[in-house]
């Protein structure tokens, strides 16, 4: 059970989130914070994996984002804003913000964005990824793991879609193999191009293969059968 706290200014967004990870049988929501300070308080009664913040709303800032992981680096930190500007973005995230969504994102991808971070993944909406891109900012340059000695790396996730990419599966049947919305996989793919560099699917394809994701084989051979 993972253990949760939604922190945000207002009572209806809360309301309306917790409606929608109510209905996830492995998360608990811990309590409710209207500004840092309960924020704080109630981190420090009950401890948690995962923090899902508006750090902009009233009564809240970036700041306790930071404070929070100095007391515990390991919370996954999910941020649900309204539209921000790529160097706010970037400042989040090197604050210690794992995975971004925007406010009129749909509760699917919000409850879609909540299990990727709980798994440890990082996830962007493609609103947000397209604001960092049409800044010219490299999420590759965040520094998202600054609180590990790890490399960034593709989590799990990516790796998956990257081999069924490479297979030849749609963002529907994708979707379908692995119990996710197509638009989840969409925002993948979008992810996994901003971090390889690639423009498409045949750059996407060749990265599976020069990393030995996929074997060469399968397409030198593809024509034979």
């Not at 899902?52 to 680096?73: E, R």
Request: proline share 2%; aromatic share 6%.
């Amino acid at each position: 059970m993972v253990k949760l706290i939604l922190a945000d200014s207002n009572e209806l967004i809360r309301l309306g989130i917790r409606s929608a990870l109510n209905k996830e049988t492995n998360i608990e929501i811990v309590g409710e914070a209207s500004n840092s300070e309960e924020l704080l308080s109630i981190f420090e009664n009950f401890g948690i994996e995962l923090l899902v913040i508006d750090y902009t709303a009233p009564g809240f800032t970036i700041d306790v984002v930071s404070q929070l992981l100095a007391k515990d680096k390991s919370v996954n930190v999910l941020a649900i804003t309204p539209e921000q500007s790529a160097q706010t973005l970037v400042h989040a995230l090197k604050s210690g913000v794992k995975s971004y969504v925007k406010k009129d994102c749909s509760l699917v991808e919000i409850v879609d964005a909540v299990k990727e971070t709980q798994n440890g993944s990082s996830f962007f909406c493609g609103q947000i990824l397209e604001t960092i891109q049409e800044a010219n900012l490299d999420v590759n340059d965040l520094d998202l793991e600054s609180f590990t000695c790890d490399p960034i790396v593709l989590s799990q996730r990516e790796s998956e879609i990257i081999v069924l990419i490479s297979e030849g599966y749609t963002n529907g049947q994708i979707a379908e193999k692995l119990f996710i919305s197509s638009h989840t996989v969409g925002t993948h793919r979008k992810n996994i191009m901003a971090k390889l560099g690639v423009r498409n699917t045949a750059g996407i394809v060749m990265y599976a293969v020069k990393t030995n994701l996929v074997s060469p084989n399968k397409f030198l051979f593809a024509g034979d059968s």
